[in-house]
């Protein structure tokens, strides 16, 4: 089995600072521990792309070149990086300082916590338009509620390919059957999204959606709804580790779930081949 999980995290508040950290979290997580958290699996292959663990903005370029610097140990494949899309000028010095390092294929600037209407802005537009000239792709981190703001985003910057991540965030709640899950506003908004051609979805962070722990049943009918709204060949399988864990355990649900969904091709496209696709990984 070959994994390609498009949704890594790393830090280390030695090296960088990350204002947002939890208490368990704050401690490096680094080559070390992820290679603890995969564990040994002798018929598995793993490599990552990185995405951008929110350090301080100033810090954006320095996270990038620190990851380049882990890149052979933790087998990385590309960098989501933070750019600040609100100011087009300094996006454009991002992007000319991305260019120059050949791991980074797509970018980042974390929306679930900004106003509605924030990606909505010309600025912001302008930014994306940029983002999409220099042939890298967009991951919009959003709570479900503002799924609306990522169709309008599509919808004005066709060009730009976006990457839903985690699924939309929903609110995962105690056990439910698929129909009651695919009647929740969450699944009418995702299935909106999915209508354009220019996005593509996560299967990530659910883990981190449930509140004390998580079970298969409670995930996989979001797992059913996605599969329904995009197809197999338009879903990345990412871990989001460390914020959701344990690693291995949500390897396991979503590779069983995708064993009674698809065939072996369906399931290696959504393990791997789409995210080498999207993020046109070398």
């Known amino acids: 089995m070959r994994v390609v999980d498009a949704h ?3 830090w280390d508040p030695g090296v960088l600072s990350y204002d947002w950290l939890p208490g368990p979290l704050i401690r490096p997580f680094g080559p070390a521990e992820l290679e603890a958290a995969v564990g040994e699996e002798p018929d598995a292959e793993y490599e990552f792309v990185f995405v951008q663990a929110e350090c301080a903005p100033d810090q954006s370029i320095a996270e990038v070149d620190w990851v380049v610097s882990l890149a052979p140990r933790v087998r990385a494949r590309g960098i989501v ?5 609100e100011d087009p000028a300094a996006t454009a010095a991002h992007l000319a300082a991305f260019a120059e390092r050949q791991l980074v294929v797509g970018v980042r600037r974390l929306l679930q916590s900004e106003p509605a209407g924030f990606s909505a802005t010309a600025a912001f537009r302008e930014s994306a338009r940029a983002v999409a ?8 981190c959003v709570r479900w509620g503002q799924l609306p703001d990522v169709v309008a985003l ?5 060009g730009l390919t976006i990457v839903l991540d985690h699924v ?3 609110e995962v709640g105690e056990a439910a059957g698929t129909g009651r899950v695919a009647r929740m506003p969450w699944a009418e908004s995702l299935q909106e999204l999915a209508r354009r051609p220019n996005v593509v979805c996560k299967l990530s962070g659910l883990p981190a959606e449930a509140t004390d722990g998580w079970t298969d049943a409670q995930v996989r009918p979001f797992l059913d709804v996605a599969l329904d709204a ?3 060949d338009r879903l990345l399988f990412g871990s989001d580790w460390p914020v959701s864990a344990p690693y291995r355990r949500w390897v396991q649900t979503v590779v069983t779930w995708l064993d009674e969904h698809l065939d072996e091709s369906g399931r290696d496209a959504v393990l791997a081949a789409n995210a080498e696709r999207v993020y046109r990984l070398r």
């Open 154 to 158: 599509a919808d004005a910057v066709p």
């Open 81 to 85: 990086a933070r750019a600040p899309l």
């Open 168 to 170: 939309g965030k929903p």
């Open 133 to 140: 000239s220099a042939g890298l792709v967009f991951d919009a």
């Open 8 to 10: 890594l995290h790393l």
């Open 230 to 232: 995009f197809g197999p």
